[in-house]
Structure formats: C-alpha cells, structure tokens
C-alpha cells in the first residue's frame, strides 16, 4: 500500500511544496498532508484507508456532501456526448438562466473556470466601465491570486497597498487600496479623500479567508450607499458564500444589490467553474457585446455546466438551508459545549453553512480580532482532532464548512472527538 508520507515525498519532488494549492500543505498545522483516495458524503478516505469527517468540502463546493448521486449521473450522462465542444452548449443557457433566477442582480452572466478567473475579469470590467483605476479590498479578504488581490493593509484607511507576494508590481499595487473589515469610518475617510479615482470596491460580504467573520449589522448596505455616492462599483465576491449562506447568497441574505458578483465553488459542483455577471448595462461592455476583452477555452464546458446544474437542483429544493443552518448550528452548540467542558476559551462564528472557531474568550468582528487568537492552541486542537479522523481546515484562518451529509450522527460524532481535543488544546 502506497503510505500518505510516500506520496509526499514523491509530490515534493516534482511539486512547488508538493502541493498544487499551498494551504493543502499543512504548513501553518504542521506534519504532512494525507491524500485523498476517495470521498463519499460527509467523508474522505486516505490512501491507508482512515477516515476522516471532513469539514473542508473541498474549500466549499460540496454542500450537498461529497460524490452525490444526482451530480455524479448528471455527469456521467454529460461525457457520453463529449468532454468540450468549443462551440456554445445548451447547458450553458440553462446555467446563465438558472443564476438570474437564484440571485435576480444577475442579470447577466459569464462563465469562467475559477474564483480567480471570476474575480480578476469582475475589476477588469469595473475599470474598463467606470474610466477608473483604483479599486478597494479588505484586509484579511482574498479575492484569488490575481496580482490586484495580492495585497495586504498597511495601518490607515488610506494605506497605499504593499505587495505581499514577489512578483506583484509595485505599480500595479498601488492600485489596490485596503481597508479594515467592519471598519465604516474607515471606508467613508477613504471615499471622502479618493473617491473619484475608485472604480470598484470588492468585498466578500461574509468574510471566509480571515477565518469567519460576519458583516457587523449595516454595514453592507452602508458600503452600497458609499459605492453609489462615489460612483464606484460593489462588486460582491459571492465564490465561497454564493448559494451556501442562502440560495440567493450573502446578497439575498444581507439584501443587498451589489453591481456586480462573482461565483465559484459550489456553481460547478466540483468542477473548475466560476461565473461572474450582474447589471445589464455594465455586462453587455464584455467583448463580443462590447469591448471589454475576456474568453477562455474551456469557459462553460458542458461536463462543469452538468455538474452545476445538478447541484443547483438539489440546493434550490425548499428548506435546503433550513436545514443546513441547523446543522451548522447544532455542530457549533456542540463544539463551545465541549469547549467549555473543556474550560478552553472559544468564540465562534456561525452563518448558514459556515463556522469559524477562534481561540479566545472575545467574539471577533475584525482582522485584528482574528489575527490575536492563540494559533497555538487551534494547531494543537486540529492535530488532535485530525488524530480522531476529524478533518478541520489547515489553518486558523480558513472558514468551516458543513454540508447536508453532515448528518446529527456525524456531528455526535464530531462532537466526542473535540471533547478529548480541547483537552489537548488546553494544555
Ligand atoms: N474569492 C473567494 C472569496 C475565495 O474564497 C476564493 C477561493 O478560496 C477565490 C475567490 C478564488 O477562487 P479559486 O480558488 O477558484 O480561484
């Protein structure tokens, strides 16, 4: 049997890190990844064959748990006609129509193959259409690797941005301004000043790379006010909360209209899809209806628009998020439960589908707030419940996911291994 270290070696040879995703290298844990043989509902496998629960879903697609039936035929039915065309599918139709009617600011929609993708062509559009260069992020957000997004804050609202990645132009940096999350003063001081120059602001409207954090109440529909009085555009990265925190995403839950959205993740069922679309007037710029350029070969391919579709199909069945707000709910009543047991000072943080557990007895609203947690504690946490074929996020600052797989037994389940855990945390 080939052991999970072997394959590491062999990856690291041929692999930057031997990894094609650097938070799947465990760096910021510790030890070595395991490799997944296969996946089934709220489960993963190794190549040993352990188990493990797994609260990562693949960084978000698999909401309705892994390998589901229905999105497996739908797939299966999809490859006996082909796997790319090159021409335009039926099924992209469907998908562009199906998005209008789930998140209705999406007027207009076009098909890309990543987050990244979706996110990079969203602030192309929004400066091609606005005649601006700017564009506003948060501290702590991630957008993807474009070099716009690869920017961090420095301490004021109108920090110029700094690189943190090699490779990303000071010049281009500059571009990017950051803000701190939940911080409104901090945005309106920044629109006051530079305003005019913005051409867009993105956001994600719940925050999941920071770990989890929640839009303070107001404040979305404060930045749309803001957005709207500059003339800037709202762009809403919706690639991890889209059709997870509410059918209609953050934008249904919060109300909030943004300009423009982007999509990943759970729209290609678990396939390389992203999407991005919104007002009429700003998606008919995109070349070929204007001039905005942006295309991709696979863009849409008919295997992806299967799997999206049959996912959209489960996902849009009445109570779907009903229920699973009430699994995320009961799995995190149940870990502060065996927190407190435990007397480890835990905060957590909980939308529909998603959780964020932070060592700390404070609730936490912002960048700065999440950045003081005790790592040490959640590495030590994570290492024991992996021992326990639990299967957190990697790292302190990644988002949980629960999927409808997640059945009361797992999250039992789930919840006598974080009992002996946090014990282990504590000490
Ligand atoms: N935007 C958000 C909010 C994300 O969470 C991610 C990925 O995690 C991305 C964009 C980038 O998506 P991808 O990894 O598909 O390029």
């Not at 692999?15 to 650097?22: E, K, L």
């Not at 999105?71 to 562009?96: D, K, Y």
């Not at 789930?102 to 979706?118: Q, Y």
């Amino acid at each position: 049997m080939t052991t999970n270290h072997e394959l590491f070696q062999r990856a690291l040879a041929r692999i930057p890190g031997g990894v094609n995703s650097p938070v799947r290298a465990f760096k910021s844990v510790g030890g070595e990844p395991f490799f997944t043989a296969r996946a089934d509902g709220a489960f993963l496998w190794d190549v040993e064959d352990k188990r493990y629960i797994d609260y990562v879903g693949s960084w978000g697609p698999m909401v309705v748990g892994h390998n589901h039936p229905h999105v497996r035929a739908a797939v299966e039915r999809a490859i006996q006609n082909g796997l790319s065309f090159g021409t335009p599918c039926p099924a992209e139709v469907t998908m562009a129509e199906t998005i209008a009617e789930l998140v209705p600011s999406m007027e207009v929609v076009r098909m890309v193959n990543s987050g990244t993708e979706a996110t990079m062509s969203a602030i192309r559009l929004a400066r091609g259409a606005t005649g601006r260069t700017r564009i506003v992020k948060f501290e702590g957000c991630y957008h993807g690797h474009g070099d716009a997004f690869l920017v961090k804050a420095g301490s004021g609202a109108l920090t110029f941005g700094t690189p943190t990645s090699p490779g990303v132009p000071d010049a281009l940096a500059d571009l990017t301004l950051t803000l701190p999350y939940n911080d409104l003063e901090a945005a309106q001081k920044l629109f006051a000043e530079a305003g005019d120059t913005i051409a867009a602001l993105i956001i994600e409207p719940v925050a999941g790379n920071m770990n989890c954090i929640l839009p303070r109440p107001g404040y979305l529909a404060a930045l749309r006010e803001l957005c709207t009085r500059h003339g800037a555009l709202l762009i809403f990265d919706e690639v991890m909360t889209g059709f997870r925190v509410a059918l209609g995403g953050a934008q249904a839950l919060y109300g909030i209209t943004p300009d423009l959205t982007t999509f990943g993740k759970i729209i290609g069922g678990g396939m390389p899809v992203g999407a991005y679309g919104g007002r009429r007037d700003l998606m008919q710029q995109v070349a070929p209806a204007g001039p905005i350029y942006q295309a991709g070969t696979l863009s849409g391919n008919p295997v992806a628009m299967a799997a999206g579709l049959a996912m959209l199909d489960l996902i849009r069945v009445p109570g779907f998020h009903d229920e699973l707000d009430r699994r995320t709910r009961l799995l995190t009543d149940t870990l502060q439960a065996a927190a407190d047991e435990a007397g480890v000072p835990l905060s957590i943080n909980r939308v529909c589908g998603m959780f964020g557990l932070f060592f700390t007895s404070g609730t936490v609203e912002t960048y700065a707030q999440a950045t003081a947690c005790d790592v040490a504690a959640f590495n030590r946490f994570f290492q024991a419940m992996l021992q326990a074929g639990v299967y957190l996020a990697p790292s302190a600052f990644e988002a949980g996911f629960v999927s409808i797989a997640h059945t009361e037994q797992v999250i039992a389940d789930t919840y006598q291994a974080a009992r002996a855990a946090f014990v282990q945390a504590a000490a």
